[in-house]
């Protein structure tokens, strides 16, 4: 009774968690890349969106920072266009050189080395946190904005609620959570159309007194401040403003899920975003301009804007707020760009064992559930760190992206100057790179010069605590793989004296069905090790191998066909061993994404053939167990025997000693 009340409770939180997060995927589906692919337009939406949406607090920032000097907007305005263009065509060059993904941090790793990469890719990651946090945060300010001043402090609580939805959306996959966002995507694109253009054309009959006015506060501006004065105000704004084109970078790490031909995909996807963000940005940089708006308490320049462009309208009040729903909606789309990205981000990370390796795996419904846990997990942290404050953050957010853009561009600088004989373009593509390295280098310089006491030298401290784990986890990974090399010298190549055996095994004898991953010393020793602890005990081994899809496999239909082969050929590596030392051999395997479920039926399938065998799997030892081993190498071993055992499957694990 007891066993089937668990059964039931088992059944109840499995249906439970289907329904929020969705039933598993068939990975075996030959259709399954086309169904989870992103077209351009779902891809602009998905990815493109936190490009666009640094335009609702990139602007205001740089604007702000003009105090009243404000007749600057028109030059940060073209500026802030050029530079949109130069740093999404730099990113084009980046999509046709590295198709797969990864953005900055693959770049700076082919480019500039391993530690320029791993850098680069903890700027990413901390970015890609910062991303949804700083999203989420503009979102509740553009929202609370139209609110009462005395409800603004259930803001943080509602963010929270955001940030968590989110975490369930993108567990059920990225497809889905982006067909669901796509009509707040495309509400606030008409809405800002509808506002700049408007907002623009109103003031055309008035052009000759607007320029006259911006010609003579300009001359006014250059006598108070002087040429150097203005130069040095202008800068400032421009590289306080850097928030604009932190999402720009999002298609190049992200093409893993656009749709083939991914590059031609991508570069749609990312002239939709330049040309979107470019003209958004710039248009409400001329809109402040021409309605003179001033920064007001609890509210957004965008709202201020919305309500004196609409105000004298019969409907200005609600258009207005469908404005700026529209914006802190698209907000909140924004954040899919870290969930998306940072996850993958890490994958590419923990297959180089720069991260633990649980992080390149994927969920039932091939999702990279570890990696969304966690950035979720962090964005949350960093909201109440910093109450939500959108200053605070868009400065920490501003230094690691322009951290990472730099380091791409100089490595992209450098892949056309070494590679100058091969590259018959590189006259035409390498002073884009070094123009992009130049504006990037110099928004990070000052960024984190201005805003280092109000929260930039928290960035560094993060993504500089980060690097530092990332280099002692690839130590151990490589103390790990040098002992495990050692079992390779010794085992691979043993002799047998026995006579090979070419027996089928007999089902009703007693086997040993051993789990195995590669051929190497680690499965070897545990083929060893059942035949010395358990001598003329069993007659057949059976050779079990579950190939494992995770983000480094999961790229298309011909990776997954060699990842099943590559299974089969290991497994035939074992057998033929098996049958070197006198017994009767064969292999099984499956595929699938969770390995200790996958495992665990593909026993219980092998048990049914052969009634009377016995599960063994392999796991190291080490001389001195350390708390961090549980987290880098995940307990399968012991998960899978803990499954077996109550499934009533007799399993041993047989200790791999490292003398680490």
Same mark, same amino acid.
């Not at 060699?562 to 070197?580: C, F, G, H, I, P």
């Given at each position: 009774?007891?066993?089937?009340?668990?059964?039931?409770?088992?059944?109840?939180?499995?249906?439970?968690?289907?329904?929020?997060?969705?039933?598993?995927?068939?990975?075996?589906?030959?259709?399954?890349?086309?169904?989870?692919?992103?077209?351009?337009?779902?891809?602009?939406?998905?990815?493109?969106?936190?490009?666009?949406?640094?335009?609702?607090?990139?602007?205001?920032?740089?604007?702000?920072?003009?105090?009243?000097?404000?007749?600057?907007?028109?030059?940060?305005?073209?500026?802030?266009?050029?530079?949109?263009?130069?740093?999404?065509?730099?990113?084009?060059?980046?999509?046709?050189?590295?198709?797969?993904?990864?953005?900055?941090?693959?770049?700076?790793?082919?480019?500039?080395g391993p530690k320029s990469g791993v850098v680069s890719g903890s700027a990413l990651l901390v970015d890609y946190m910062l991303t949804i946090t700083v999203s989420i945060a503009a979102c509740g300010d553009a929202l609370f904005s139209f609110l009462p001043l005395d409800?603004?402090?259930?803001?943080?609580?509602?963010?929270?609620?955001?940030?968590?939805?989110?975490?369930?959306?993108?567990?059920?996959?990225?497809?889905?959570?982006?067909?669901?966002?796509?009509?707040?995507?495309?509400?606030?694109?008409?809405?800002?159309?509808?506002?700049?253009?408007?907002?623009?054309?109103?003031?055309?009959?008035?052009?000759?007194?607007?320029?006259?006015?911006?010609?003579?506060?300009?001359?006014?501006?250059?006598?108070?401040?002087?040429?150097?004065?203005?130069?040095?105000?202008?800068?400032?704004?421009?590289?306080?403003?850097?928030?604009?084109?932190?999402?720009?970078?999002?298609?190049?790490?992200?093409?893993?899920?656009?749709?083939?031909?991914?590059?031609?995909?991508?570069?749609?996807?990312?002239?939709?975003?330049?040309?979107?963000?470019?003209?958004?940005?710039?248009? +409400?940089?001329?809109?402040?301009? *021409? #309605?003179?708006? &001033?920064?007001?308490?609890?509210?957004?320049?965008?709202? @201020?804007? $919305? !309500?004196?462009?609409?105000?004298?309208?019969?409907?200005?009040?609600?258009?207005?707020?469908?404005?700026? +729903?529209?914006?802190?909606?698209? *907000? #909140?789309?924004? &954040?899919?760009?870290?969930?998306?990205?940072?996850?993958? @981000?890490? $994958? !590419?990370?923990?297959?180089?064992?720069?991260?633990?390796?649980?992080?390149?795996?994927?969920?039932?419904? +091939?999702?990279?559930?570890?990696?969304?846990?966690?950035?979720?997990?962090?964005?949350?942290?960093?909201?109440?760190?910093?109450?939500?404050?959108?200053?605070?953050?868009?400065?920490?957010?501003?230094?690691?992206?322009?951290?990472?853009?730099?380091?791409?561009?100089?490595?992209?600088?450098?892949?056309?100057?070494?590679?100058?004989?091969?590259?018959?373009?590189?006259?035409?593509?390498?002073?884009?790179?070094?123009?992009?390295?130049?504006?990037?280098?110099?928004?990070?310089?000052?960024?984190?010069?201005?805003?280092?006491?109000?929260?930039?030298?928290?960035?560094?401290?993060?993504?500089?605590?980060?690097?530092?784990?990332?280099?002692?986890?690839?130590?151990?990974?490589?103390?790990?793989?040098?002992?495990?090399?050692?079992?390779?010298?010794?085992?691979?190549?043993?002799?047998?004296?026995?006579?090979?055996?070419?027996?089928?095994?007999?089902?009703?004898?007693?086997?040993?069905?051993?789990?195995?991953?590669?051929?190497?010393?680690?499965?070897?020793?545990?083929?060893?090790?059942?035949?010395?602890?358990?001598?003329?005990?069993?007659?057949?081994?059976?050779?079990?191998?579950?190939?494992?899809?995770?983000?480094?496999?999961?790229?298309?239909?011909?990776?997954?066909?060699?990842?099943?082969?590559?299974?089969?050929?290991?497994?035939?590596?074992?057998?033929?061993?098996?049958?070197?030392?006198?017994?009767?051999?064969?292999?099984?395997?499956?595929?699938?994404?969770?390995?200790?479920?996958?495992?665990?039926?593909?026993?219980?399938?092998?048990?049914?053939?052969?009634?009377?065998?016995?599960?063994?799997?392999?796991?190291?030892?080490?001389?001195?167990?350390?708390?961090?081993?549980?987290?880098?190498?995940?307990?399968?071993?012991?998960?899978?025997?803990?499954?077996?055992?109550?499934?009533?499957?007799?399993?041993?694990?047989?200790?791999?000693?490292?003398?680490?």
């Amino acid at each position: 009774m007891a066993q089937n009340g668990s059964d039931e409770q088992d059944s109840l939180l499995e249906k439970v968690r289907q329904t929020v997060v969705g039933a598993p995927r068939n990975i075996k589906d030959p259709s399954i890349f086309h169904k989870l692919s992103l077209v351009p337009l779902l891809a602009w939406i998905g990815l493109g969106a936190d490009g666009l949406s640094s335009s609702s607090y990139g602007p205001e920032e740089a604007f702000r920072a003009l105090g009243q000097h404000t007749y600057l907007a028109v030059f940060l305005a073209l500026a802030t266009s050029l530079t949109v263009f130069i740093i999404s065509y730099s990113y084009s060059r980046i999509i046709e050189h590295f198709p797969h993904g990864g953005g900055g941090y693959i770049v700076a790793t082919h480019t500039l080395g391993p530690k320029s990469g791993v850098v680069s890719g903890s700027a990413l990651l901390v970015d890609y946190m910062l991303t949804i946090t700083v999203s989420i945060a503009a979102c509740g300010d553009a929202l609370f904005s139209f609110l009462p001043l005395d409800l603004h402090g259930t803001k943080i609580m509602f963010e929270l609620f955001l940030i968590v939805f989110l975490i369930v959306l993108n567990l059920r996959g990225v497809r889905e959570s982006v067909t669901i966002l796509a009509p707040i995507f495309i509400l606030f694109v008409i809405t800002h159309v509808f506002l700049i253009g408007y907002g623009i054309l109103s003031h055309l009959p008035q052009i000759g007194p607007v320029v006259h006015g911006i010609r003579t506060d300009f001359n006014s501006g250059l006598a108070s401040l002087g040429g150097l004065g203005m130069l040095a105000l202008f800068l400032r704004a421009y590289s306080l403003g850097g928030g604009t084109y932190t999402g720009i970078e999002a298609v190049a790490n992200g093409m893993q899920i656009l749709r083939e031909p991914k590059v031609q995909t991508g570069k749609k996807t990312m002239l939709y975003m330049s040309v979107s963000l470019a003209f958004t940005a710039s248009g +409400l940089f001329f809109c402040y301009l *021409l #309605f003179k708006v &001033a920064p007001g308490q609890g509210k957004t320049l965008n709202s @201020i804007l $919305a !309500n004196t462009l609409y105000g004298d309208w019969s409907i200005g009040y609600p258009l207005a707020l469908v404005t700026i +729903l529209s914006e802190g909606a698209i *907000l #909140f789309v924004a &954040a899919q760009a870290g969930f998306i990205d940072g996850p993958r @981000i890490m $994958a !590419n990370m923990a297959i180089d064992s720069w991260l633990p390796h649980r992080f390149a795996s994927l969920s039932q419904r +091939l999702t990279m559930h570890n990696g969304i846990l966690l950035m979720g997990g962090a964005s949350i942290l960093l909201l109440f760190y910093t109450q939500g404050s959108i200053s605070s953050l868009v400065t920490m957010y501003a230094i690691n992206v322009f951290l990472t853009f730099s380091i791409s561009q100089l490595g992209m600088s450098r892949y056309y100057i070494r590679n100058r004989r091969r590259e018959k373009d590189w006259m035409r593509h390498l002073p884009v790179h070094l123009v992009g390295f130049v504006l990037c280098f110099v928004i990070l310089i000052v960024t984190s010069y201005e805003k280092f006491r109000e929260g930039g030298w928290m960035t560094l401290l993060i993504t500089g605590t980060l690097v530092t784990l990332c280099f002692l986890i690839r130590r151990h990974y490589a103390n790990v793989t040098k002992a495990v090399r050692q079992l390779d010298e010794l085992l691979m190549d043993i002799s047998t004296s026995r006579k090979s055996s070419t027996d089928r095994p007999n089902p009703q004898e007693m086997t040993a069905i051993q789990l195995v991953s590669a051929y190497n010393g680690f499965g070897v020793h545990t083929v060893l090790s059942v035949i010395r602890n358990f001598p003329n005990l069993y007659r057949n081994f059976i050779f079990a191998s579950v190939a494992v899809v995770d983000s480094g496999s999961f790229k298309g239909i011909k990776e997954m066909k060699n990842l099943e082969k590559a299974s089969r050929a290991t497994l035939q590596k074992y057998v033929d061993l098996a049958r070197r030392l006198g017994f009767a051999a064969e292999y099984r395997y499956a595929v699938g994404t969770d390995v200790v479920e996958t495992a665990t039926q593909l026993c219980k399938d092998i048990k049914k053939e052969f009634p009377r065998s016995t599960v063994f799997t392999g796991k190291l030892a080490f001389r001195r167990e350390k708390f961090y081993h549980k987290l880098l190498h995940n307990e399968t071993a012991f998960a899978i025997q803990r499954q077996l055992h109550w499934d009533e499957i007799a399993s041993v694990t047989m200790p791999i000693r490292l003398d680490l």
